[in-house]
């Protein structure tokens, strides 16, 4: 079995900073995508950002210039650094990563449990 596990997320001021970690674990082959989505209360769940294995960005509108999505293809892990947070930052993130287990040749889009954000003075 496979599993996103996310860390990082907090209680900051407008302004501040947080890093975002998501480990996968697991009988795990590849990873393709990897990335960030995140929801808050009463709107839709949304793409912040993604990396491809190759390193590709992209990048919500909303946090361009403020968020950094990176990875480690060793340790199978998928960051996002967040500078100059904002109230409307605040959200539950989720990782998601499309992932290929050991000897099966399809990838399953994955998900973790969330990490809540909030950004509040």
């Known amino acids: 079995q496979v599993q996103l596990v996310e860390s990082g997320g907090g209680l900051v001021q407008p302004g501040e900073s947080l890093r975002l970690s998501c480990a996968a674990s697991g009988s795990i082959g590849s990873i393709k995508t990897m990335g960030w989505y995140r929801q808050a209360p009463g709107k839709e769940r949304e793409l912040v950002a993604s990396i491809t294995s190759d390193g590709i960005t992209n990048y919500a509108d909303s946090v361009k210039g403020r968020f950094t999505v990176s990875r480690d293809n060793a340790k199978d892990t998928v960051y996002l650094q967040m500078n100059s947070l904002k109230p409307e930052d605040t959200a539950v993130y989720f990782c998601?990563?499309?992932?290929?287990?050991?000897?099966?040749?399809?990838?399953?889009?994955?998900w973790g449990q969330g990490t809540q954000v909030t950004v509040s003075s």
């Open positions: 998601n990563a499309d992932i290929r287990r050991l000897y099966s040749s399809i990838f399953i889009n994955s």
